[in-house]
């Protein structure tokens, strides 16, 4: 079965601090996605990873970077967090295969809020 | 640019049918995928479609229409647990990333 777990459920901070947020999967897929959602936005794609030690930003990347070291694991850093950064983090997962159909796998995401 | 609209809610009786609309605007489209999230969970998978016309899985069912940009995810035969918040994504044909509606929550109720 196709599983996505990400380190923590709820997470707070505080302003400044720098956090990171671990995603393991263990489907051995090359990509690999961090997005948040907020309500009425929708999921927004913030890095993609296609490859260890490969990244491309997305949508909104200000104000993160990611790491992927090994293929199984995606972390997402807040250098310092913000209060505008309080939202659910979801990482997801999909096979190489770049083409039409491309189902991403999600883990149960994070809540994060910055105070 | 990407432009994915959807109904922000709707509600519906236990053995009803109900039909969520999606209309994008997309500056490339590669296929369109419907997401179920319960609250507090991982959205999964519902549906993909990249050709015109109707894909029967089960209660649950899912319209495209390219030309019209349109498309809509149809749930027959309503049960409590479809409560839940049912997510439109259009993948990218220029990128092959996914661009996502709001959601739309439904609320079945007894």
């Known amino acids: 079965d196709v599983k996505v777990t990400q380190s923590s459920r709820y997470l707070v901070k505080r302003t400044g601090e720098k956090v990171f947020l671990e995603c393991v999967q263990d489907?051995?897929?090359?990509?690999m996605f961090w997005y948040r959602q907020d309500p009425g936005l929708g999921l927004r794609l913030i890095y993609f990873s296609y490859d260890v030690k490969m990244k491309e930003k997305g949508d909104i990347p200000e104000g993160y970077s990611v790491s992927r070291e090994k293929k199984e694991r995606f972390s997402l850093i807040l250098e310092s967090a913000s209060t505008n950064q309080t939202s659910m983090y979801l990482c997801a997962s999909s096979p190489r295969q770049v083409s039409s159909y491309n189902e991403q796998f999600f883990g149960p995401g994070t809540r994060l809020t910055v105070l | 640019g990407q432009n994915i609209d959807q109904p922000t809610e709707m509600t519906a009786t236990e053995g009803a049918i109900v039909q969520i609309n999606c209309t994008y605007q997309t500056s490339g489209f590669n296929g369109l995928f419907w997401y179920q999230q319960h609250a507090g969970e991982a959205p999964t998978f519902l549906s993909y479609n990249v050709l015109d016309g109707l894909e029967e899985k089960g209660r649950f069912s899912s319209f495209l229409s390219r030309s019209k940009g349109y498309s809509y995810l149809l749930l027959k035969e309503l049960q409590m647990k479809d409560s839940a918040s049912y997510l439109c994504a259009v993948l990218r044909s220029n990128d092959y990333k996914l661009s996502f509606g709001a959601g739309t929550t439904v609320t079945v109720r007894a």
């Open positions: 489907m051995d897929h090359e990509n």
